[in-house]
């Protein structure tokens, strides 16, 4: 047999779309976010049958569907620990997650901190449009204080979820924020989640075309957008991350926040690990019948 590596292919951003038409609203931010997706996957170079692609419930969730990846559109807030049973049980698969600020800071809002402190290798990417586009415009998790919709006719009375500052004092080893007013850049912070080693989170402003205020769409985005390249933020610093994360709202950082520098082991390797240790101590299935017979 020859030992000659056999190279794969190089695989493009065409590779990872499904045949399944999206069916969002025209003009609604995830279809940048998906096309994001597509990009960042070939970067990566993993053919999508070492993918897995979960979701849980909303308009941002029908994102698996779009893609060639194995896919599982689970129920509503529990998409993360459906990841984390896939890649405890094939650690070999990549694995994403896709939802929405609904889905993953209401019902799923207790997930998140328990994904982080196991740090499993996940990427968790989040389309927060700050309302509940698919149930028809009502309060969500991080909607601003003042907001009118059917659900809050005389505005909210309610402090929004900060989803930057949440994560970061979870302790997540990997938080970074894009948009598709900014596809490159959104399509490379994506593509460093899924690089990084242990649970990344991503959040993206994506806008939800019908039901958000003007101030909330892509034009608008542009206007209040800064990377944190041009900032001369320093990702390593986790305390600096979290001042910049308290303007969520107000300003549009883009880029990486916070990257750990020297990243923890992940639950799924140390679980690899542990089973290898208890494989070599245990007795032989032989040596255990030998011990029966002589008794």
């Known amino acids: 047999m020859s030992s000659i590596p056999v190279e794969r292919p190089a695989l493009q951003a065409k590779d990872f779309k499904s045949d399944l038409k999206p069916i969002w609203c025209p003009g609604c931010g995830d279809f940048g976010v998906l096309q994001a997706i597509y990009r960042a996957l070939a970067g990566i170079g993993r053919p999508p049958h070492e993918i897995a692609f979960v979701s849980g419930i909303g308009c941002s969730s029908r994102i698996p569907g779009y893609t060639t990846a194995y896919g599982f559109n689970s129920v509503h807030g529990r998409a993360l620990p459906i990841a984390q ?23 799923g809002g207790g997930h998140v901190a328990h994904a982080i402190r196991r740090n499993i290798d996940l990427t968790y990417i989040v389309m927060d449009n700050q309302i509940y586009g698919l149930t ?34 979870y302790g997540a080893s990997f938080v970074a924020q894009g948009t598709p007013a900014d596809m490159a850049g959104l399509a490379d912070v994506i593509e460093q989640a899924i690089r990084h080693p242990g649970f990344s989170f991503v959040n993206v402003q ?27 933020h320093d990702s390593t610093n986790r305390l600096a991350a979290m001042g910049l994360a308290q303007t969520y709202g107000e300003v549009l950082y883009t880029g990486v926040l916070y990257k750990d520098p020297a990243p923890q082991p992940t639950l799924d390797a140390l679980v690899r690990e542990r089973q290898a240790k208890l494989a070599l101590e245990a007795v032989p299935r032989e040596r255990i019948l030998d011990m029966f017979l002589q008794k």
């Open 85 to 107: 049973g896939i890649k405890l049980a094939r650690p070999e698969l990549l694995v994403l997650v896709a939802g929405g600020d609904g889905d993953g800071f209401s019902i």
């Open 206 to 232: 994506s806008p939800c075309v019908t039901f958000a205020p003007e101030d909330q769409q892509v034009k608008a985005q542009r206007g209040r957008m800064k990377t944190l390249a041009s900032v001369g």
């Open 136 to 169: 028809k415009g009502q309060l969500s998790p991080t909607s601003p204080r003042g907001l009118k919709t059917v659900t809050s006719e005389y505005g909210s009375l309610e402090a929004p979820v900060n989803p930057l500052l949440y994560v970061l004092a």
